[in-house]
């Protein structure tokens, strides 16, 4: 899909689709600079276009010499640009039509339109960023939470690039050593069982750190699910609205209300959350409901997290026994509710045949006990990982992570029932080679499409 030649000069609009207050048209490639030219006249005629400078001026059709809109042509001269290329943005009003209609321009003066994410292509290509880098460019535009877009930009900065290098370093020393110790057993002592499983878990510990943080990623993104569930009638559905600030879910008195399932996002502190609900898992009394129930169970099987509720003014069922029975081993919360009502069930009730699951009393109703429940949700995801982790928030990584882990895992086991030495160092090389294709070093093409091609066109 992509020309990996950088010898065509691509353009695009770099600002988002609609009016604005500027638009920005960017141009990049060797002949950025003479295709700007042929459209824009500086007001000082003899002004010249200096790296770094913004110039005022008009932009004309070279064909009819008319100018259509006036602002500033800046010049990025490579190397020193995000492409690393020469670059050229105009920066004019923000209009579709004018933007466009300069786009048009330039292809005529033979530049190309850019695909999605082809600038930030470049940069690879020219050796500016690596992938993990590239991909922390797309998480840092696409942020849906001021946290996110923070870690976003450490990834931009390279935190985790470095995470990487030092982790490739590390077992390629453990390459070195062991194959120090077969070429040249008389020199010095070889290192021991242990020595070597010590290293290997040190280096592992750093990657299924790196493999964790993928959750919290998905928690300052808003992919982490959060499951309501309890039986029918226990206030799933306004709690789901009180959470949601907002009358999201039909409430009734009636059992058996909620049959489709619901899903939004809520914000806590500075995450996102998908907060579902759902059916109540009881023994449906219909068919919809029967239907209600089994999507519901896939959900609460698929989700991140439970919130598990509980009725307060009615006695602790063995159906609401033999819920938490089946979730008790997930991430959840148990939430007693209607603690404004008299009391059939009480926290100690509960406690009692619970005690190692957090629990919360609240009353949905009145809006009691949800700051509670509240910090609650947020600890469940964050207590996990220290705050200024790095984070890795692509699918991808995590599995070549998780990849990497297995086989040091193996080298390990290898080592440590003394299997000959040398299929723990092969172990240790494959590791190497996942590391580069983390970092882009070993390029797949099809790799290249599956990052890139997500971007916004003009990034
Ligand atoms: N007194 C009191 N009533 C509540 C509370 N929470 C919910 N209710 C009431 O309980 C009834 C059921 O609430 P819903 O939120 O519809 O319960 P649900 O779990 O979604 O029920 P289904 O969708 O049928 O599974 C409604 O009449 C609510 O007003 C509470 O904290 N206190
Ligand atoms: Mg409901």
Same mark, same amino acid.
């Given at each position: 899909m992509y020309d990996l030649s950088l010898i065509e000069t691509i353009v695009a609009v770099s600002t988002p689709p609609g009016s604005g207050g500027i638009g920005v048209v960017r141009l990049s490639g060797p002949a950025a600079l003479k295709i700007a030219r042929a459209l824009f006249r500086p %007001? *000082? !005629? %003899?002004?010249k276009f200096e790296p770094g400078r913004a110039v005022l001026g008009s932009i004309a059709d070279p064909g009819d010499g008319r100018p259509f809109d006036e602002g500033f042509l800046l010049f990025f001269k490579a190397p020193r640009s995000y492409t690393r290329e020469d670059v050229v943005e105009f920066h004019l009003h923000g209009s579709p039509v004018i933007l466009e209609e300069i786009v048009r321009l330039a292809v005529r003066q033979g530049a190309r339109p850019a695909l999605p994410g082809e600038f930030t292509l470049r940069a690879f290509l020219t050796g500016r960023l690596d992938f993990l880098q590239a991909e922390a460019v797309d998480d840092l535009i696409r942020s849906t939470s001021l946290a996110q877009a923070k870690s976003a930009f450490r990834g931009v900065e390279g935190a985790l690039s470095k995470k990487i290098a030092t982790l490739r370093d590390g077992v390629i020393a453990l390459i070195a050593r062991i194959e120090a110790d077969i070429e040249f057993p008389e020199e010095g002592r070889p290192a021991s069982k242990k020595d070597y499983a010590d290293k290997i878990d040190r280096i592992r510990s750093t990657v299924d750190i790196l493999v964790r943080s993928y959750e919290k990623g998905k928690a300052l993104g808003e992919g982490v699910t959060i499951a309501l569930v309890g039986l029918a009638n226990s206030g799933k559905s306004t709690l789901f609205n009180d959470l949601l600030e907002e009358p999201r879910a039909i409430v009734t008195p009636f059992p058996g209300t909620t049959r489709d399932y619901l899903r939004e996002i809520i914000r806590i502190k500075d995450a996102s959350f998908l907060l579902v609900d759902m059916a109540g898992l009881g023994r449906p009394s219909s068919p919809v409901e029967r239907e209600g129930v089994r999507r519901g169970k896939k959900i609460a099987a698929e989700s991140d997290g439970l919130l598990l509720l509980l009725d307060g003014s009615r006695r602790f069922s063995a159906a609401d026994g033999a819920l938490i029975e089946s979730y008790r081993s997930r991430r959840i919360i148990l939430v007693l509710n209607k !603690? $404004? /009502?008299? *009391? %059939? !069930?009480s926290m100690a009730d509960v406690n009692c045949r619970f005690p190692d699951l957090p629990l919360v009393g609240i009353s949905a109703l009145k809006g009691n006990g949800l700051a509670e429940l509240r910090k609650m949700i947020y600890d469940l995801f964050f207590? /996990?990982?220290?705050? $200024?982790e790095i984070i890795v928030f692509r699918k991808r990584d995590k599995l070549l992570l998780e990849e990497i882990s297995v086989r040091l895992l193996r080298a390990k086991g290898m080592i440590l029932r003394g299997r000959p030495i040398e299929l723990a160092a092969e172990e240790a090389r494959e590791v190497v080679a996942l590391t580069g294709y983390l970092t882009g070093e070993i390029r797949a093409d099809d790799i290249l499409d599956d990052i890139f091609s997500r971007f916004c066109i003009g990034k």
């Open positions: %007001k *000082e !005629t %003899k002004r !603690t $404004d /009502l008299p *009391e %059939k !069930t207590h /996990l990982i220290p705050a $200024d």
